[in-house]
């Protein structure tokens, strides 16, 4: 599938999400791996060990008050922002993580790591199962949100960190910020959900099954137990596309492409012999089908977007009792070209949150990049997570100094 | 695929397409095939000779004054009304054609014909090419919607039609009744286009797109060259289920699964094994993927979504120049919630229509369907078509009166 890579320059289509190019401030940043020994899965799984890849960016302040932890989506990993070794690739949020930035790792000490069920380092249906000596595949336990979470709670004990100063996080991102909200309700100050949900709608549901259902059609899935030699690319790939498409608006898909076609010399694919016009969109649909494949495990795919079908914060539950102990404040953010995870959703949520008596700010911006705008270099999005996490700040810090002079009276 | 056929039960999903126990008023209608020698496509093939499948209902005035063509979309076919003496199944749009209905066959000669590149008895892919004894495959030359509409004007040539009173369609169908008022500006009196646009957006393309590679990575594929007992059957399921996605709204996924959970029984999909919440709307999907496979031809769905793609009813000329010797009168529909076929294209091409002087009519509905509003059972939209029909009948014939007394004088 390599060779339709050549069919799309990304600087052409200017591509709004980090490009390889791309200059980051921070320079080479590591990414780390923890073994933390037994862990038991919402499900009932036992784990002897796990395996956690992380990132950590800053310093820990001598109070310990400073740790941000950033969450990531569906296709996201450990390595946040920088300059990866590896590949020379930037982190997948450098835009807004980084000295100055508005996660200002000059301030804060912030912690990414690769979601339980990922392919980046943390263990995962990749991961050998040490009964067999082979990959777990489908013998990997289904994992929830709600166990990426205890497992990152897991990585906080490991790093001396008794409380975060926040999670932030968009898509599954933000979930994963709630679900620390209401099950650590004393290990957090604040919360950031962008561009997320309390519970995916049936669309939701139904674009994720598309893209299930292109791998586990594809023959080599083979019930999950494919070799690395033969893995369900071209299924994977397919829903990487379909995914995609739901990530971009109308008018970044108009603006990046229109009804442009793409030179007869790039577009290589298959049947393009068939067809005389071929667009460029398609040719970047291609592209993205292709890339991923090749850092992306299909059955990874399987399990996490399950997580985030099967994720309901309340869970059948009356709000009030639910989010009864939370005590985090909550910045929610949206954009109003999502239609994905479209602005009501964040509404409700923020509704919810409200009459229970949390305290919530909420931002709806009139970005126009779909889903895609908490990814994208974003002046508005970054000055507004800059604000509030440097009013919450100041506010913890000046009731920190309180309690410390009252305890000294 | 067909085990889980089993898992979906279309009456507790109240689906608002016409299913298998609808009652028609029309009873039992046929389906006939007409061959026409030698046909050219715009791409410069030559056919020796052209099968087209078509039903007419109700009579030829003998004014010859009354012919309806209805348009089908991509997944139609030729049996638009009445019962299929084949599989007893109602055709795609008894809702809105029969004895008083919006397209009212008590009154008008209705025609609807497969199209070209079609797989339900037009030539297409899948017919066999003289000239090696097999399937067309990927040999079959691309078609646009200007050929599909060329063949149907010679099947009216045919049936000794000289002039349309109509066409009419919704998606794929409005296209090809504009390409009528365009390409045939003599031979149609009036046209009604719905839920459609002038060209493809960027999104719309890149559906498509998803599907067709779901299709082209499907081994069974075979560059086209797939036998019968072997067709790249998953990924044309695929290809459905994305479709499918797309045709509904957020508030019919919503209303009609929620995120209610299929009954474990009913439940058998391969991976379901692996993830113990398996969602109805899951299973919806996989029951429109696995029916489709056993009515539809994948190469078909590559040839058609390309027409539907590439079809640009300007083709980068000036609006007053395509449009000049436009005659028809329009009327333009479109549904509120149609988030793939939005109301902004249809304003668009009211738009266009008008600043050419053509004679206009625009309808909005606000119905919550989405797409497939133009599908399902809408009494406001019947109502609206068949006032448009009558009032446009009743000034033709009146003009007809004028123009024979005037001869008489």
């Known amino acids: 599938m390599s060779e339709t890579q050549k069919g799309f320059e990304q600087g052409d289509l200017q591509d709004q999400r980090i490009g390889k190019d791309y200059k980051s401030d921070l320079g080479v940043t590591h990414t780390h791996t923890v073994t933390l020994p037994g862990f038991r899965t919402q499900s009932g799984f036992e784990f002897d060990e796990l395996e956690l890849s992380y990132q950590t960016l800053g310093t820990l302040s001598h109070e310990r008050d400073n740790a941000i932890l950033v969450c990531h989506a569906l296709s996201g990993d450990a390595h946040v922002a920088g300059i990866s070794p590896k590949n020379r690739r930037p982190g997948w949020w450098d835009y807004h993580v980084g000295p100055g930035k508005a996660i200002d790792t000059d301030k804060f000490f912030v912690i990414c790591s690769n979601v339980l ?52 996080g968009g898509s599954m991102g933000g979930m994963q910020g709630l679900v620390w909200a209401v099950d650590y309700p ?68 108009r603006e990046k492409f229109g009804r442009a076609l793409q030179d007869e010399a790039k ?17 970047y649909l291609h592209y993205q089908g292709d890339s991923f494949v090749g850092r992306f495990d299909p059955n990874s795919y399987l399990y996490i977007t399950k997580a985030l079908d099967t994720f309901d914060l309340l869970d059948n539950r009356l709000p009030a009792e639910v989010l009864k102990a939370v005590k985090a404040r909550f910045f929610v953010v949206s954009f109003e070209s999502d239609w994905l995870y479209p602005p009501a959703q964040s509404r409700e949520l923020v509704k919810t949150l409200k009459r229970s008596n949390a305290v919530v700010t909420y931002l709806n911006l009139d970005t126009r990049y779909g889903h895609d705008s908490f990814l994208i270099d974003n002046p508005a999005f970054s000055r507004a997570v800059h604000n509030f996490f440097d009013s919450e700040y100041r506010r913890l810090r000046s009731q920190l100094k309180k309690t410390t002079q009252a305890l000294r009276l």
């Open 117 to 168: 069920g990922g392919c980046s380092g943390s263990t995962g249906p990749g991961t050998l199962n040490p009964r067999t000596g082979k990959p777990y595949g489908m013998a990997f336990p289904p994992v929830t949100i709600r166990d990426m979470v205890a497992a990152q709670a897991r990585l906080m004990d490991h790093l001396g960190i008794p409380r975060l100063f926040a999670a932030i």
């Open 186 to 253: 004393n290990r957090i100050h604040c919360c950031v959900p962008i561009a997320t949900c309390m519970a995916h709608s049936a669309m939701q549901i139904a674009f994720n099954e598309v893209g299930r259902q292109a791998i586990v059609s594809d023959p080599n899935w083979k019930n999950g137990a494919y070799e690395a030699r033969s893995r369900p690319e071209h299924g994977l790939a397919v829903a990487r596309m379909v995914g995609h498409v739901t990530y971009l608006s109308e008018f970044s898909m």
């Open 267 to 283: 577009a290589k694919r298959t049947y393009r012999a068939f067809f005389p016009e071929f667009f460029k969109v398609e040719s």
